[in-house]
Every structure is written in structure tokens, then in C-alpha cells.
């Protein structure tokens, strides 16, 4: 099946600080990619859509300045988390929809462990 | 934001025996999804459903999308140890330019 990476896959930063995540589909073009956020023991939540070429679509109560989305390439989408708080800390995982494929499909990325100090 | 009601919660079952959860939603969805994931990594994609009645197996994992669109049910025979994970069903209303709505997962743990 199609492949999603996701880099780095966890990382420690101190509070106030920047970080960017970057999920990358590897055998296939993706013009939309997804952005979720797992919190321990709870479910998946959709964060936001990302979109080659265009700005990012939000679910409400997602701030669109705190959490930066770039999908620069049809492989390409990264999230930068601004000004970094411990209640930032979750499981970022991305899923990426295989433009030329059959059905629905959205493959998921290996997550990306964040942890505000 | 949404999520679907996923039930059981839990199970803790003998290796061997059959395994059924299910989900269901107070809105329609053109396509049910259902994830396993292992602890620290990213879900993995188990059966796609898209028309509304349709059952669909992927070895000893069976799923069946609902005819009111509204409710999916996967059950897994024989179960392994392997099988042990957190299964989720996700829902998708338009299609692929759609983001997924999730359940709340049902945490499957066997005994041998």
C-alpha cells in the first residue's frame, strides 16, 4: 500500500518555542493531506485539510495562527506548531489521499510524538 | 469537533473466539472506515466500505456498511494475538477531499 512518513517522529522543545512536522506521501501525489491530533487514551480528532497550492481549512476551535500549514508539493505538507505550550503535547499523526487512486482512501503517516516542557 | 459512538469500549476475550464491535452516528456518511492502531503509531487502514448495505471481508475481518448509512459493524473471527490493538471506525461524508470522523475506539485485549 501507499506510504506516509512523517519527520521527526517524536521531539522534546521547551515552551514558547516553534516546531515543524513534516508528513511526506512517498509513492504517491497527494493534492490533500489531513492533520489529526490524538490526545493519550482518546480518539483521533481532525485538526485541519491542507491543500496543494491553497491555505489550509481548519475544524472549529483549531487556531489557524497557532497551528501553520504548508503543502508546498503534491508530497509535501508541514505543521508548525507556534509558540509551543505544555498543553500542546499530543500525538500528531497525518494522513495523506492518494490523488490518482481508486476509492477514498487516506493513508496515515507513523505520528509524531510532541512533548512541551 | 464530532465523534461516532463506538461500542464496546473494551473486550477481553479468549484466543479463538469471535469479535464484534460496532459504530453508529446521528448522520449519514457516504463511507465507513475501519483503523487498527498499535500503541505509538499511526492507524492502519483494515476495510473500506462505500455503499450503504455493502459487506466486505479482509481475511478473517468482516464489515458491513449500514443501509441507513448510519451505523457499521466489523466483527473479527478466530482471534490471535496479534489481533490485540485499539480498533477504530471512521466516518467520511463527501469523499476522498474529506477528512475522517473517528470513533472513540474499542481497545481489544486477548488471554491465552
Known amino acids: ?117 | 469537533g464530532q465523534q461516532l459512538n463506538q461500542s464496546p469500549q473494551s473486550m477481553f476475550i479468549q484466543e479463538g473466539e469471535d469479535v464484534s464491535m460496532n459504530c453508529t452516528s446521528s448522520s449519514i456518511f457516504n463511507t465507513w472506515l475501519w483503523y487498527k492502531q498499535d500503541p505509538g503509531e499511526g492507524p492502519v487502514l483494515l476495510i473500506a466500505l462505500y455503499k450503504a448495505g455493502e459487506l466486505t471481508s479482509n481475511g478473517r475481518l468482516t464489515a458491513q456498511f449500514g443501509i441507513t448509512r448510519k451505523d457499521s459493524f466489523l466483527n473479527i473471527s478466530a482471534s490471535i494475538p496479534s489481533d490485540v490493538g485499539i480498533y477504530f471506525c471512521a466516518g467520511q461524508r463527501r469523499g476522498g477531499a474529506d477528512g475522517l470522523t473517528f470513533g472513540k475506539g474499542t481497545h481489544l485485549i486477548i488471554q491465552p
Open chain 1, 1 to 117: 500500500g501507499a506510504v506516509v512518513s512523517q519527520h521527526p517522529s517524536r521531539v522534546i522543545c521547551k515552551s514558547g518555542t516553534s516546531v515543524k512536522i513534516e508528513c511526506r506521501s512517498l509513492d504517491f501525489q497527494a493534492t490533500t493531506m489531513f492533520w489529526y491530533r490524538q490526545f493519550p487514551k482518546q480518539s483521533l480528532m481532525l485538526m485541519a485539510t491542507s491543500n496543494e497550492g491553497s491555505k489550509a481549512t481548519y475544524e472549529q476551535g483549531v487556531e489557524k495562527d497557532k497551528f501553520l500549514i504548508n503543502h508546498a508539493s503534491l508530497t509535501l505538507s508541514t505543521l508548525t506548531v507556534t509558540s509551543a505550550h505544555p498543553e500542546d503535547s499530543s500525538f500528531y499523526i497525518c494522513s495523506a489521499r492518494d490523488s490518482e487512486g481508486v476509492g477514498e482512501t487516506q493513508y496515515f503517516g507513523p505520528g509524531t510524538r510532541l512533548l512541551v516542557l
